[in-house]
Structure formats: C-alpha cells, structure tokens
C-alpha cells in the first residue's frame, strides 16, 4: 500500500469546496492506501486569527472530517502542532530550499496582495512547511486540487536537493489530483473560500443553506424568467451534477435551456438534494461535538503513530547531515 499524506487547514469553516474538492477523494481512496491526514495548525497562523478561538477551530474541523467519512480505523487524523518535527523539518529544508524558487510561488503572489499588513516570512516560507509534511512521512502521494501542483512540485525539488547533498531519504511525492474541477463559490466565479465570503459550509443549516443558495450566481446572460438559460456556464447547475441524481441533471438541463425552469425552482431542487446529502453529515457532527472525548481519543492516537514515523524519519536525517555526536 503507498503512502498518501494530505492536509487542510483550520480556517474556521468546512465549506463543500472543501467537500467536493479534496474530503471526499481522502475518504474514497482509504481503503486502498495508508492514509495520513492532518489539520494544519502551523499553515493557519501564517494569517491573522484569535487565539481563543483556534482551539474551536481545530476540534471542529477535525470532527467534521470524521463527520464526512474520515475513519479513524483505515486513515490516520492528526494535528500538525503535536508533532513537533514538523517545523524541525522545515528549518532544515529552508537550508536547501533555493529562495527564487520560493519567490516564483504564485500562492505566496496571492496571499501577500490578499494581506498586505501582515506579509510575514511564514507566508513566504509556507511551502517548505507543506513539504516537510510530506516528507516526514515519505509519503509517495498527495491528494490535492490542482492550486496546490506548485506547492508540490516544490517539494519534489526540495527532496532531490537533500537526497542529492545529503543522500537518499526522501521519495519524490505524486500528486493525486481530485476528478473535482475548483469549486466556485456564491459568485459564480472566484473558488470557494470562506475568506471571500463566498462559500457553502458543509453543516449550514436548511434554512441558510437555502438563503445563501437563493443569492447565488447563475448564468450571468439570463436576465428575465424568459429567457432560456445556458447550464454549461452556471454555477448552480455545476452543483446539480455533485448532488443531484443524473436524471434530474438532464431534466433541468433540458428544461432550463428551453425556459421551462426557472433559477428559483432549479435552485429549490439543489436545495432538497443538497439537504438530503449533508442531513446525515451534520447530524454526526453534531453527536462528535457533544462528545469531545472520541475525538480527542482519535487525535491522540493520530499524534502516537505519526510522532513514532517522525522520530524515525528525523534520526535519518540527522545522520545524514552528520548532527549526531
Ligand atoms: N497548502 C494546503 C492547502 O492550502 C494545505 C496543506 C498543508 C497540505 N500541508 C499539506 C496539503 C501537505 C497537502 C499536503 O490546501
């Protein structure tokens, strides 16, 4: 079985970008892989957040992991900041790490314009942190979105630069890309993300969930009920074809081209589905959150196996490096 590594960050929401983009794929591929995934605790300081509330965000986020199929008894869930040779790491690949390499990452572009009040190292470094994830557990695959293939090719680099000064620890970790094209949000274009204020959260409840499907985009040349609709451009249909049975995708495809079908109605009936999926999600989450004890329990042994690979993998490096006495 390969080894697969992949992470997300606790930025305050599960959204079904999120879902339909990577928590999904990391659920169907458990079974035939030795899965390992993390929330990233170390990623998320590298933006402004408050203290007090990321203990909140970090339980959560993995509860609902465990809410959407993650399973503690095929996958292993941890928490990036309880093993800390996750950043031991990252220092010494900072050491290999050539700095145009890092300045050519068009994430680190974005997320600097996106804040410029708080362009801090961290962001700028943030990749080498990602990689050393990988790599502490010589992980040969990583299940991501196509936004992240920079990261990893980055990461490749990163492992042929020590392997050649140093000699061979690390694999070179492949990308796993998701079937799921980017998910967009409430706009229609942008991908969905909380930070824009365009996203879905997975355990919305139905009276949100449809308010906020209510006020999304759809084919932005479809002005009056009367005009027929292009489904290929709209987002709300994109969405009908993750939830909706394939003989209401075509129905409505049909229908809207023709005008028979109105946003109002299409987006009532992604509504129901929509419902329908995420009913049995929310409700298990919101068992998880009543019993924080199970959670913990599966963080805890999640933080037993990968601090016991770590140590392993680190003593390795350090022989090679000669930091040993
Ligand atoms: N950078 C990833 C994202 O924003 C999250 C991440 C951190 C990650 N470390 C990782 C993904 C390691 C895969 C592997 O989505």
Redesign the pocket.
């Given at each position: 079985m390969s080894r697969v590594?992949?992470?997300?960050?606790p930025s305050g929401e599960l959204h079904i970008g999120n879902y339909l983009g990577a928590i999904r794929n990391w659920v169907n591929i458990q079974d035939e892989h030795q899965c390992i995934y993390?929330v990233?605790d170390y990623?998320a300081i590298t933006a402004e957040y408050r203290p007090k509330e990321m203990p909140t965000r970090i339980f959560d986020l993995a509860a609902g992991l465990l809410a959407c199929g993650v399973d503690p008894e095929k996958a292993t869930l941890f928490v990036q900041s309880d093993v800390p040779q996750h950043t031991e790491l990252a220092w010494i690949f900072n050491t290999v790490t050539p700095m145009g390499e890092l300045s050519r990452q068009t994430q680190f572009k974005s997320k600097s314009e996106q804040n410029l009040n708080n362009i801090n190292v961290g962001l700028f470094t943030?990749p080498v942190?990602?990689a050393a994830?990988?790599l502490l557990y010589r992980a040969s695959h990583?299940p991501?979105?196509e936004d992240?293939e920079q990261?990893l090719e980055l990461s490749r680099e990163i492992a042929r630069k020590f392997n050649a000064r140093y000699g061979k620890v690390f694999p070179e970790a492949r990308t796993m890309f998701t079937s799921t094209p980017r998910i967009r949000g409430l706009d229609g274009k942008a991908k969905m993300s909380k930070s824009l204020g365009n996203s879905i959260a997975v355990d919305e409840t139905e009276k949100r969930l449809r308010k906020k499907l209510a006020s999304a985009f759809t084919d932005p040349n479809r002005v009056t009920r009367t005009d027929p609709g292009d489904p290929k451009v709209c987002n709300i249909f994109t969405l009908h074809g993750f939830f909706s049975p394939s003989e209401t995708v075509q129905e409505i495809d049909g229908a809207c081209r023709k005008a028979e079908i109105g946003c109002v109605d299409c987006k009532k009936k992604l509504g129901d589905a929509m419902v329908g999926h995420f009913a049995p999600i929310r409700e298990r989450w919101a068992e998880l959150r009543a019993d924080p004890t199970q959670v913990h329990e599966v963080l805890n042994t999640g933080r037993d196996r990968c601090q016991a690979i770590a140590a392993d993998t680190m003593q390795r490096v350090h022989r090679k490096m000669g930091l040993v006495r």
């Open positions: 590594f992949s992470g997300i960050q993390c990233v990623h943030y942190l990602q994830d990988i990583v991501v979105g992240q990261h």
